[in-house]
């Protein structure tokens, strides 16, 4: 299902450290279960009470989602707009790009408003942990939840009936809370149940999924599946905690730039249908990080946007190598390697595959002699594996070339077909004027004609969600 262009929701995230305490008689795995799950069904008994407040970062404005009072009473009446908040509240804007490994849609445009939760409060960016103190004959306990809960609206929602869906979530994510406890409890390990929002495919809204910290993503899976059963999502991972939305402020964090595609219009959704890669990359190119390796480099560069991918779709925990990392590997992998290496060579198709094995990344590789004429199998990859495409060649007489290939798109009417490149030649700087008028774009025909002799690495995505 297609979602309507630009649709604009309110976001009201609501965070904030809940304390959580109480006594233990027993250490043991089911009294400690028992009584932690009577502590949330308390705590959740005073959420749904007049206790619970809500306010603003600024502190200015405050609410009582139960009673339906606030301190602005005149103005957000119960039929009011809830967009009537926007005066009282500082905002914050997101895009939230609709997107999967077959086609991107839309793009829906969040006014996100933060809201603080008024009980025992933390830092929201602190994790709590779980303290334990030995009274007599009994424990105590106290631990703080780290509640991060989005409400979506639209901005004409009446703002009495907003009020009782602050309430119902933040009991929801309480209840997920208590659940991921009593899952995740081993003897007298008792976990810290976390919050993740991710974007799913074709879904205006994000999706909460509560997971428990310090547990690798390989013990997570039977929950992911669970959650990919429950959902109605493919086998392509959605979910997995390096996967989640980024608010505003709290970005990932890296030196290179993340996904410069969606900063280029896409060609016209009334004549092509569009396959993009699922997932983000980081875009490595020849002169950066002070590197001299134009007429070289660029490969070692392509290897770096593939690893990028799979490691922010958290099918790896190591970091992108370095150019001169990438060189160390190879001269230390073979003799004839090196030499390559040592005389600034151009890579060969031997090279990138050690890499990607090193990196345990299973690829394709195809070789095309067919001049002029592209590959059919880009769009099933695209749909299937959603990874980004290398593709390079070293035509004697000709100067090489590398790129990587984000996407494609087909209308099938008339049999044309466009491919989306990133140049790793490009040697400019890391700005996205620049990087759009050189580096990345949608090519026809002229494309391959360009190329000439040339092959391909299709980097498969890994079983499993």
């Known amino acids: 299902m297609a979602l309507p262009p630009d649709t604009e929701y309110l976001l009201f995230r609501i965070k904030g450290g809940i304390g959580l305490e109480g006594f233990l008689s027993k250490i043991d795995e089911a009294s400690i279960k028992t009584v932690f799950q009577e502590a949330f069904n308390e ?21 009582w989602p139960k009673t ?41 445009l969040l006014k996100i408003i933060n809201l603080q939760i008024q009980f025992e409060m933390t830092r929201p960016q602190i994790v709590g942990r779980i303290v334990i103190q030995r009274r007599n004959t009994q424990t ?40 991921c406890i009593q899952r995740y409890t081993k003897g007298k390990t008792v976990p810290i149940p976390q919050a993740y929002h991710f974007k799913l495919p074709n879904k205006p809204t994000l999706t909460t999924v509560i997971y428990p910290a310090g547990i690798s993503d390989e013990t997570l899976e039977p929950q992911r599946k669970e959650l990919h059963a429950e959902l109605g999502l493919t086998s392509v991972p959605y979910l997995r905690r390096p996967m989640a939305f980024n608010f505003p402020g709290e970005e990932v964090v890296s030196d290179y730039l993340l996904n410069v595609h969606e900063h280029l219009p896409l060609p016209d959704p009334e004549q092509f249908k569009i396959y993009l890669l699922s997932g983000s990359y980081e875009f490595h190119h020849c002169m950066q990080d002070n590197e001299n ?10 290897l770096q946007i593939i690893i990028s991918w799979f490691k922010y779709q958290g099918y790896t925990a190591k970091p992108v190598p370095t150019l001169k990392e990438l060189q160390e590997m190879l001269s230390n992998m073979n003799k004839d390697f090196a030499k390559v290496v040592m005389a600034e060579e151009w890579l060969k198709a031997e090279h990138l595959q050690a ?30 594996h959603g990874t980004p495409i290398v593709i390079w060649n070293k035509v004697i007489f000709s100067k090489p070339k590398a790129y990587i290939l984000l996407g494609m798109a087909e209308d099938a009417k008339l049999n044309t077909r466009k491919v989306l490149t990133l140049s790793a030649m490009y040697t400019g700087p890391d700005e996205i004027p620049k990087i759009i008028e050189e580096a990345v774009g949608w090519k026809g025909k002229e494309f391959w004609d360009e190329m000439e002799l040339f092959s391909l690495i299709l980097p498969q995505r890994p079983m499993g969600v």
């Open 68 to 108: 339906h009072v606030s301190t602005k009473p005149s103005e957000l009446q119960e039929n009011a707009s809830c967009k009537s908040i926007l005066k009282y509240v500082t905002t914050e804007v997101s895009d939230l790009h609709q997107q999967d490994s077959m086609e991107q849609s839309s793009k829906v």
């Open 140 to 179: 105590h306990y106290k631990l703080t939840l780290p509640v991060d809960v989005l409400v979506f609206a639209n901005p004409e929602d009446p703002w009495g009936m907003l009020q009782d869906h602050f309430t119902d979530a933040v009991i929801t994510q309480l209840a997920s809370m208590s659940k």
């Open 355 to 384: 890499v990607l094995r090193h990196f345990k990344i299973i690829n394709s590789l195809t070789e095309i002699r067919s001049k002029a004429e592209e590959p059919r199998e880009l769009v099933p990859h695209f749909r299937h």
């Open 293 to 302: 390796d134009e007429g070289w480099g660029a490969l070692y560069h392509c």
């Open 43 to 63: 705590l959740m008994s005073k959420i749904n009470s007049n206790a619970f407040t809500l306010t603003g970062t600024n502190g200015s404005f405050y609410m």
